[in-house]
């Protein structure tokens, strides 16, 4: 099962909470999943199976899937597997991301990593951890996971303002987390950000690299807050919000230049 097929699993799921879909309405088409996440026709079709496999969909008369009955119960009671279905792993993701909160990305040690997450040998780490690198992207999956974007809401700006507020709280709390975050692995959460934000623009040409312009906007204007000391990163964080809103607000501007 891929990951991205799951996202947009996930994406309907939601939707079907929130009464945005209701049983016997029709889902999107496999030809509506490719524009609408950008995905493959393989994903596509992967993710109505998905969907059927859940018990979130049924086959219509036609091509198409509709809503099931049961649907919204059905969605109300899932619960997400463990990360990469092993729980070892995600106990060392948990426990990193605590250290990394509390003392920095710089001070992270597997001896520390697995003393927090349950007595692990440093040694056994690579059987669920390939390197430092991987870590960390897990780190910041994690993160976005717990955190998906908001309900689609109002006009395109009103959306991407939610987004990137989201965002920039998120770096708030994990001061690590900008200098970890990708957006350019589909595997993981945050391409479901950046693929959201794509939504919201949907209709204009520049979708794509606005979308992308403005979570990077926001992930660099937070990048300065982990290279600064922790004591000057307090006594500043009223001036760093002020310049982001104001960034914010002008990036903004520009994109509502480029659509008049």
Known sequence: ?????????????????????????DLPSAKDIMAGWDATMA???????????????????GPGL???????????????????????????????????DADGLGNLSLRLIGQRAGGLVTGTFYKWVQDRAELELLMADAVFAKHPPPKPAGPWRAQLERLARLHWRLYRQHSWLALTVSFTHPDLAPAAHLAWAQRALAGRADAKPLAAALVNFVRGSAMSLEQQERKARRAEADADTELFEFGLEHLLDGFQQAAD
């Open 43 to 61: 994903t596509a079709y992967k993710a109505m199976t998905l969907l059927r496999e859940e018990g979130l969909a049924a086959k219509h008369r």
């Open 1 to 25: 099962m891929t990951r991205f097929a799951a996202d947009i699993v996930a994406d309907l799921r939601r939707r079907i909470l929130d009464g945005d879909l209701r049983p016997g309405e």
């Open 66 to 100: 509709i809503v099931t009955a049961d649907a919204p119960t059905v969605a109300a009671a899932w619960q997400p597997p463990p990360a990469h279905g092993d729980v070892t792993r995600a106990r060392i993701v948990s426990a990193a991301i605590e250290l990394a």
